[in-house]
């Protein structure tokens, strides 16, 4: 006797357990954004520059060279070349590398908001192809009704042949149609699959996902702008602050006036001397070392060339600043007006629906008797078609704040939310 619910509850947990099988929330599909194939080689690309060595202070080239002479043992010439930093370089070079970790650090930020952004739209777009499917589905088993009539009353005096050579035809653009949706949810799924490391995905569990009617809410309430210090002009940023100390990096190389310091040791003049020495002869033991310097020329080089060619990388990042600036906040504004354009129009079929009431007329018209159920087809083809255009409008509004929020800089934000939640909780990143 106490089996039989035990049992019973198995049974249920199971068959749970199998509806659910393949199912994955969004919050898991903005997670997978950490492991993005991208990221992670940007972060191994970022890790080698750190263990990059970064050079002796004050030397910029060091050589040691040595020459035999007819392959005599005793007459080596040995040779210390090196290849001194200009005034400052070295502090110059310093500032260089701590640009270049910076602006790689700002790029994994970058390349991070860009894989929670397409994790956002992949979503979007997947919750609204199955939901337009579905809708087709539905009005593609009208028109076979429709056929259907027409095709039994092809005796009557009323028969028109165009008109259902009209009704297969619009059969056939909506199967097409349709058909191109199936193709856009097996590519969605497939990426989805990707992106979760999951070949088993069949779809998203929405629960809990955020009603239309609360963005609406959210973009009425919130006067959104763009800001400054969002993911896209701190990169930009970094990379203005990397041309300037490239830039002052050259102007230090430039002022590199001894070029060479090259310190000798002759070890076969060292052994004609000693030779000399023992023979009672003069001789000079200092003759077996020697000191080279090489003095730059200004203005003979190309080094001016250089420096000029810096100093116009550096205003062109800064121009590449102004105009990502510029189009940013442009963005903003226009997409802004599109979604209280998209707000409009979902209103107002929202309200047209609730004022007619289309489907409760509809009901009771195909309750009167001998009325043409081809006028009842296309009420509920009108109802339909209005379905599918609340519906687009709907996942417009939704893309349209995913646009907005990025462009606005909360989707880079830390800690990382889930936006598309009613209460937009914080992730454990």
């Known amino acids: 006797m106490i089996r039989k619910p035990l049992i019973s509850g198995l049974v249920i947990s199971s068959l749970l357990t199998a509806a659910s099988a393949g199912q ?64 400052l370089e070295s502090r110059a070079a310093g500032r260089y590398n701590s640009s270049i970790i910076t602006n790689k650090k700002m790029k994994r930020g970058l390349l991070q908001n860009i894989a929670i952004y397409n994790r956002y739209h992949l979503f979007i777009d997947l919750l609204e192809q199955k939901a337009l499917l579905e809708l087709y589905h539905e009005l593609l088993t009208l028109y076979d009704d429709r056929i259907k009539v027409m095709e039994e009353s ?120 000693l030779l000399r020495k023992y023979d009672k002869k003069d001789y000079n033991l200092q003759k077996s070392y020697s000191i080279e310097i090489g003095v730059r020329i200004p203005n003979l080089t190309r080094a001016s060339h250089e420096l000029n060619s810096r100093r116009a990388d550096l205003l062109k990042e800064a121009e590449n600043y102004e105009q990502t600036k510029e189009e940013l906040s442009e963005k903003v504004r226009k997409d802004l007006a599109d979604l209280h354009q998209l707000i409009a129009q979902y209103r107002y079929l929202k309200d047209r629906e609730s004022q007619v009431d289309i489907e409760a007329s509809l009901k009771k018209f195909v309750q009167i008797d001998g009325i043409d159920p081809l006028v009842a087809l296309e009420i509920k083809e009108d109802i339909l078609k209005n379905r599918i255009r609340r519906t687009s409008i709907k996942y417009g509004i939704m893309r349209n704040y995913l646009y907005v929020i990025d462009n606005a800089g909360l989707l880079s934000q830390m800690p990382v939310r889930n936006y598309l939640s009613e209460n937009q909780e914080i992730l454990q990143w």
């Open 24 to 87: 994955a929330t969004f919050q898991q599909l903005i997670l997978s954004a950490r492991n993005d194939p991208v990221i992670t080689s940007q972060d191994k690309e970022t890790s080698a520059i750190k263990k990059t060595f970064s050079g002796i202070p004050g030397i910029d080239d060091i050589e040691l060279r040595v020459r035999n002479t007819a392959f005599d043992p005793n007459s080596f010439r040995y040779s210390l070349r090196i290849q001194p930093r200009g005034i």
């Open 154 to 273: 092809s005796y009557s005096e009323d028969f028109e042949l165009e008109e259902l050579v009209q009704a297969e035809d619009d059969r056939s653009d909506e199967k097409v149609f349709s058909l191109e949706i199936e193709k856009n949810i097996s590519v969605f799924e497939q990426r989805a699959r990707a992106y979760l490391g999951d070949n088993s995905f069949s779809g998203f569990d929405t629960s809990g996902l955020v009603s239309i009617e609360t963005i609406i809410a959210r973009i009425e309430s919130v006067k959104f702008m763009l800001d400054t210090n969002n993911v896209y002009l701190d990169f930009y940023r970094t990379e203005i602050d990397l041309a300037n100390t490239r830039f002052d990096l050259e102007k230090a190389e430039s002022r590199r006036y001894i070029n060479l310091l090259n310190f000798s040791y002759d070890n076969g003049e060292m052994y004609d001397e």
